[in-house]
């Protein structure tokens, strides 16, 4: 909890868990650092709800802002075609990543007249006033807890903010709640003349509205200060305390230890690493470091990741294949297990320290890879089905490369010309070569040709293609 500073025990009432997670400003192609946010809190969702708590997920687009119209001006367009075009981007490029979407996006400029209703309220209450031809500010002084989640006094705060052009603020720390419009930008009438509203009132408005009680709120670091700060002091000040019971935030994505970011120039963006790695690399590389410490983005790291991967994946085909086989029996594995899901369960309680989780996932991978043949199919099962499990709340499926099954053809018939000297086969689809080859290795079995057998079962399973031995004959099915 960065508001305590603390680990603290995590409990809710009832069973049930607001979720609020600040999303992202969609004025351009979402970077590394959005995949981090995304996973990152798709896994602490995913987490609570394995510990049966009832999650309610809710993050904002933030569809207003300085960038926006930025952005617009330069490309000609209007703010609502950029905001579209990169809300767009933003989704694709999570449902890619594997991210659980959450239960509503809702969308900033969908709620200005309830910012309208906050700020009155708080310029009512004393806490915001307003400077004639630049909008409303919230005055700090009128909030005594301010500094409190970045844990620094007004005093420190200010030494690292600059002052800005609106120099009839009270103080450089008020930030403005609702900014005056130039004439050609997006605007909305106010009580206070035609202008937008400041980033931070959306949040607080939006969390206020849909999560019932926020017991998480989350977002990157770099949002501590200003923009949580400010989310407190408007929601607090507006006589909802507490705003938020637990404040979860990320580490930064750094590039030779630079924080990567668009200002920086230095991001690459999701699209771009997904040209090179699988989402389930990215998603690995980044659960390798625990989420509130910096990750220094380097190519090595996602190669790495995507060997681990390799592994891992392999690991539940294997298991796969062998389950197919049906041995009744063997060494018992489930103590072990139960072992390790337990190593799993404390490292993911102990504020969701996923490298630990991950160790505890690549110690089921070495059992698995090394029962496969002393172990019986039940027993296996049962710890294939642990390890897709724990897999899953990482937001990991490991499953087969769907590339391998498809256009197989060729390649199978190649395969096949080197088993057979029949030719009846040349030119049948897909499913008949598969059927033709697992006729042929029947035949082969029948023969006691076993070796030759199991070849050809290795390497179907090398296309993607598993066997089952059953009673009734072999069957077959695309992994
Ligand atoms: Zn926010
Ligand atoms: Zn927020």
Same mark, same amino acid.
């Given at each position: 909890?960065?508001?305590?500073?603390?680990?603290?025990?995590?409990?809710?009432?009832?069973?049930?868990?607001?979720?609020?997670?600040?999303?992202?400003?969609?004025?351009?192609?979402?970077?590394?650092?959005?995949?981090?946010?995304?996973?990152?809190? /798709?896994?602490?969702? *995913?987490?609570?709800?394995?510990?049966?708590?009832?999650?309610?997920?809710?993050?904002?687009?933030?569809?207003? /802002? /300085?960038?926006?119209?930025?952005?617009?001006?330069?490309? %000609?367009?209007?703010?609502?075609?950029?905001?579209?075009?990169?809300? &767009?981007?933003?989704? !694709?490029?999570? &449902?890619?990543? %594997?991210?659980?979407?959450?239960?509503?996006?809702?969308?900033?400029?969908?709620?200005?007249?309830?910012?309208?209703?906050?700020?009155?309220?708080?310029?009512?209450?004393?806490?915001?006033?307003?400077?004639?031809?630049?909008?409303? =500010?919230?005055?700090?002084?009128?909030?005594?807890?301010? %500094?409190?989640?970045?844990?620094? !006094?007004?005093?420190?705060?200010?030494?690292?903010?600059?002052?800005?052009?609106?120099?009839?603020? *009270?103080?450089?720390?008020?930030?403005?709640?609702?900014?005056?419009?130039?004439?050609?930008?997006?605007?909305?009438?106010?009580?206070?003349?035609?202008?937008?509203?400041?980033?931070?009132?959306?949040?607080?408005?939006?969390?206020?509205? =849909?999560?019932?009680?926020?017991?998480?709120?989350?977002?990157?670091?770099?949002?501590?200060?200003?923009?949580?700060?400010?989310?407190?002091?408007?929601?607090?000040?507006?006589?909802?305390?507490?705003?938020?019971?637990?404040?979860?935030?990320?580490?930064?994505?750094?590039?030779?230890?630079?924080?990567?970011?668009?200002?920086?120039?230095?991001?690459?963006?999701?699209?771009?690493?997904?040209?090179?790695?699988?989402? @389930?690399?990215?998603?690995?590389?980044?659960?390798?470091?625990?989420?509130?410490?910096?990750?220094?983005?380097?190519?090595?790291?996602?190669?790495?990741?995507?060997? !681990?991967?390799?592994?891992?994946?392999?690991?539940? @085909?294997?298991?796969?294949?062998?389950?197919?086989?049906?041995?009744?029996?063997?060494?018992?594995?489930?103590?072990?297990?139960?072992?390790?899901? &337990? &190593?799993?369960?404390?490292?993911?309680?102990?504020?969701?320290?996923?490298?630990?989780?991950?160790?505890?996932?690549?110690?089921?991978?070495?059992?698995?890879?090394?029962?496969?043949?002393?172990?019986?199919?039940?027993?296996?099962?049962?710890?294939?089905?642990?390890?897709?499990?724990?897999?899953?709340?990482?937001?990991?499926?490991?499953?087969?490369?769907?590339?391998?099954?498809?256009?197989?053809?060729?390649?199978?018939?190649?395969?096949?010309?080197?088993?057979?000297?029949?030719?009846?086969?040349?030119?049948?689809?897909?499913?008949?070569?598969?059927?033709?080859?697992?006729?042929?290795?029947?035949?082969? *079995?029948?023969?006691?040709?076993?070796?030759?057998?199991?070849?050809?079962?290795?390497?179907?399973?090398?296309? %993607?293609?598993?066997?089952?031995?059953?009673?009734?004959?072999?069957?077959?099915?695309?992994?």
């Amino acid at each position: 909890n960065t508001l305590s500073g603390e680990k603290q025990e995590f409990d809710t009432p009832d069973g049930k868990v607001g979720l609020y997670v600040c999303g992202p400003t969609v004025y351009d192609l979402p970077h590394l650092g959005h995949a981090r946010v995304e996973i990152v809190f /798709d896994v602490v969702r *995913r987490w609570l709800e394995y510990r049966k708590f009832d999650v309610k997920y809710v993050q904002n687009i933030t569809d207003v /802002d /300085d960038k926006i119209i930025k952005k617009a001006g330069e490309e %000609g367009k209007s703010e609502q075609e950029i905001a579209e075009r990169y809300t &767009k981007a933003f989704f !694709s490029d999570c &449902k890619k990543l %594997g991210v659980k979407p959450s239960a509503l996006y809702p969308k900033a400029t969908e709620h200005v007249p309830e910012m309208l209703a906050l700020i009155g309220k708080l310029i009512e209450s004393g806490h915001a006033y307003v400077i004639e031809g630049a909008g409303v =500010y919230y005055d700090i002084s009128k909030f005594p807890d301010y %500094g409190k989640l970045s844990h620094q !006094s007004p005093e420190q705060l200010k030494a690292g903010v600059r002052i800005g052009v609106e120099k009839q603020k *009270r103080s450089p720390l008020d930030f403005a709640l609702w900014k005056a419009a130039k004439p050609d930008e997006i605007q909305w009438d106010s009580p206070w003349g035609k202008g937008r509203p400041g980033w931070h009132i959306e949040c607080s408005v939006m969390s206020l509205k =849909y999560v019932e009680r926020l017991d998480i709120h989350g977002g990157g670091r770099d949002l501590i200060f200003p923009h949580h700060e400010n989310e407190i002091a408007q929601s607090e000040g507006a006589g909802h305390v507490p705003f938020a019971r637990f404040w979860m935030h990320n580490g930064f994505i750094t590039v030779n230890k630079e924080k990567m970011s668009k200002s920086l120039g230095n991001f690459q963006t999701i699209r771009q690493v997904l040209k090179q790695y699988e989402p @389930e690399a990215v998603r690995l590389f980044m659960l390798s470091t625990h989420y509130r410490g910096p990750i220094d983005f380097a190519p090595e790291q996602l190669d790495q990741a995507s060997n !681990s991967l390799e592994g891992l994946r392999r690991s539940r @085909e294997l298991a796969e294949d062998a389950i197919s086989k049906n041995k009744t029996e063997g060494t018992p594995i489930k103590k072990q297990v139960k072992e390790i899901v &337990k &190593k799993f369960e404390e490292a993911m309680d102990d504020d969701f320290t996923t490298p630990n989780a991950l160790a505890a996932l690549y110690e089921l991978s070495t059992l698995l890879n090394n029962s496969l043949e002393s172990t019986s199919a039940k027993e296996l099962k049962y710890a294939l089905s642990k390890y897709k499990k724990l897999a899953g709340v990482l937001g990991f499926k490991f499953k087969r490369k769907k590339a391998k099954a498809k256009k197989i053809g060729k390649k199978l018939e190649a395969y096949i010309k080197t088993i057979t000297s029949d030719t009846s086969f040349v030119g049948k689809g897909e499913d008949e070569l598969i059927d033709y080859v697992v006729k042929l290795r029947d035949e082969m *079995r029948k023969q006691g040709k076993f070796e030759l057998s199991d070849q050809i079962r290795a390497k179907l399973s090398e296309f %993607g293609i598993i066997l089952e031995d059953t009673a009734e004959g072999t069957k077959w099915r695309r992994a």
